[in-house]
């Protein structure tokens, strides 16, 4: 299932933010950072790995933004 296909069931709460998250790429490394914390792969850890990861992602990008800035 891809990305958008996900989004859009999400959206519509056709599913929830861990079975969003276990239909997609991530849902091994999302398992492995539950078992590295010693917590259970619900529906809470599921919606903070992805504010972290968005999080992560939004601050990678603005990164490569601000080198390529410093390039030109």
């Excluded at 990164?63 to 410093?70: G, K, P, R």
Aim: aromatic share 8%.
């Amino acid at each position: 299932m891809t990305y958008d296909e996900r989004v859009t069931l999400l959206n519509e709460k056709k599913i929830d933010i861990l079975q969003f998250v276990m239909l997609g790429d991530d849902k091994l490394d999302f398992l492995d950072w539950c078992t590295d914390r010693g917590i259970e792969p619900d529906t809470e850890s599921a919606q903070f790995y992805v504010d972290m990861t968005d999080e992560h992602s939004m601050v990678l990008q603005e990164i490569d933004i601000d080198d390529a800035s410093e390039i030109l």
